[in-house]
């Protein structure tokens, strides 16, 4: 029997079978989609949920009110503000490795991103030559710096 020569009956199972698969394969792509989207909705769960994230984040926001006529933080307000950063390069990196929605990521937290490098520019500098690491932080400046910007330009600042 030549391959020309199926039979309707013949081609059932196979057609079955690729329908199956097809399926399985959109399946399993929603799946992983929910399951990125839920685990972005914890990572940034956890800068409302825990307290000095909070605190570090509206204390960026008074600074940038502020502008020119800001008071100089203090030391420990500094160091919570760059613990926020390490928290928002934890979800930089999750971000361009694609593992969390990146959308999400950007609609959620898009300006306070912005922000926060705006108002931390110069420590961050600092703290890479105190202790020798010009990598530190790059990518949480690569996402406010770039990605950000090019959200807003795409959608509008509405969506951020």
Do not use: C
């Not at 020569?5 to 929910?34: C, F, G």
């Not at 949920?49 to 008071?71: E, I, K």
């Not at 108002?119 to 949480?140: C, H, N, S, T």
């Amino acid at each position: 029997m030549e391959f020309g020569q199926l039979t309707i009956v013949q081609l059932i199972p196979a057609v079955s079978v690729m329908i199956a698969a097809i399926i399985a394969t959109v399946q399993l792509r929603a799946n992983e989609r929910h399951a990125r989207e839920s685990h972005t909705l914890n990572i940034l769960g956890e800068l409302s949920g825990h307290r000095p994230f909070a605190d570090a984040h509206f204390l960026v926001q008074d600074l940038y009110a502020a502008g020119h006529d800001a008071r100089e933080p203090s030391e420990e307000e500094i160091r919570a503000i760059l613990r926020l950063i390490s928290h928002y390069e934890h979800i930089a990196t999750a971000y361009f490795a694609k593992t969390i929605d990146r959308r999400t990521v950007l609609r959620q937290r898009g300006r306070s991103l912005e922000l926060t490098y705006s108002v931390a520019k110069d420590w961050i500098e600092e703290r890479r030559r105190a202790i020798q690491a010009p990598g530190l932080y790059v990518q949480f400046e690569r996402l406010a710096t770039i990605e950000v910007p090019r959200h807003v330009r795409r959608y509008g600042q509405r969506n951020i």
